[in-house]
Every structure is written in C-alpha cells, then in structure tokens.
T-cell receptor, first 113, second 111 residues
C-alpha cells in the first residue's frame, strides 16, 4: 500500500536532548512538509521541501532542523533549542504540481520528560 | 488577525442533522479552498477541494465558496456518528505550494 509512514508514534524527550522524527513516503511525491499541531490549534508549518536537497523554513522553524537526501525521506530533528516541543507532529507529501491535495502520515506525539 | 478564522467548537448535533461548518479569511489572493477531516490522533484527510467561487457536491458533503465575502462553508447532510471528527479548512493562493490552515472545528454527532 502506498502512503506516508511516521515513526515513532510516541516519543519522549529529556531536557537538552535532540530527537529525530522519521517520515517516509512511497508515493513518489516530490514535495514534503512538516507541521506542528497543538491542542485546539490548526497546523503550523515547520519546514517544506519541494525537491531533494532543497528545503525552506516555515512559520515556526526555530529549534528544528530537517534534511532531504532522498526523495522518500524527510526526517525532522527537534533540537534542544526548541523550548516547548510538546506537540503532535504531522508529515505530509503533495500530489500534483500544486498544493491541492496533501497526504498526511498518522503523526508523532512528542512529549517532554 | 489571523489569515484564516475558524470557530473551534465543539459543535454537537443529533444524528441526521444538517451540519454547517465555516471559515472566514482575509487574504484576497486565496483561490484554492480545501476541507480536511481529522479523527483523533490521526493525520488529516482531504474531503473536498474547490477552486474560486461556487459550490461543489460529493455525496453528503457540499462545499461553498463566496470570495466576495471571503467566506467558505462545508455542509454535511444526514450526519452520522462516524462524522464525529475535527474539520480543518485550508486555502492557498495561486502559485503557492503552501496551504494556510484554520484551527479546525470539533464536530460531535450523537446517536
């Protein structure tokens, strides 16, 4: 089955620790996105990648980093500089030439110990 | 003022009711309008997609866009308990690859 796989489903971060969230897609989509969702809030864009080896900061990129070395993979690192990382993180990819449809993964819930 | 405003609810209705969900926006450049449904702790899935003004129907769902009022709506007919979810509106300008999302409205359909 084609789709987007996010792992792990739940992740706990200790003070001062960097953690990496995995996002893999087998849809052959060029564009991939990372969003953060807080309770009662909409989706806020962290990073966006249109093609391999290229990515742009979104509205809330501070404290996060990404890489896009392969078309299928777009991992997100939450660094120790992100002081309030507790949130639900969603990865998505885009079908078509424009953003008319995003396919989302099932999300990763990150919590601070 | 946020670019996209959406009442978070919750909106509670009895089974079989007609549901109206709405968003307003301020950016007149928005041309593409989407509605996503998100079940608890899952990723959103696209329900409806419309371009510019007008109506679009798909089964029990109807999406309306009124660009002159900067107002979009999603109607759900004969609502079912399985429709209980959060509904997110999203929109983007032509030439942009990044949609702007509303906060989402929590819908509860009780039997």
């Amino acid at each position: 089955d084609g789709g987007i796989t996010q792992s792990p489903k739940y992740l706990f971060r200790k003070e001062g620790q960097n953690v990496t969230l995995s996002c893999e897609q087998n849809l052959n989509h060029d564009a991939m996105y990372w969003y953060r969702q807080d309770p009662g809030q909409g989706l806020r864009l962290i990073y966006y990648s249109q093609i391999v080896n290229d990515f742009q900061k979104g509205d809330i990129a501070e404290g996060y980093s990404v890489s896009r070395e392969k078309k299928e993979s777009f991992p997100l690192t939450v660094t120790s500089a992100q002081k309030n990382p507790t949130a639900f993180y969603l990865c998505a990819s885009r079908q078509g030439r424009a953003g008319e449809k995003l396919f989302f993964g099932s999300g990763t819930q990150l919590s601070v110990l | 003022q946020k670019e996209v405003e959406q009442d978070p609810g919750p909106l509670s209705v009895p089974e079989g009711a007609i549901v109206s969900l709405n968003c307003t926006y301020s950016n007149s450049a928005f041309q593409y309008f989407m509605w996503y449904r998100q079940y608890s702790r899952k990723g959103p899935e696209l329900l409806m997609y419309t371009y510019s003004s007008g109506n679009k129907e798909d089964g029990r769902f109807t999406a309306q866009v009124d660009k002159s009022s900067k107002y979009i709506s999603l109607f759900i007919r004969d609502s079912q308990p399985s429709d209980s979810a959060t509904y997110l509106c999203a929109m983007r300008a032509g030439g942009s690859y990044i949609p702007t999302f509303g906060r989402g409205t929590s819908l509860i359909v009780h039997p």
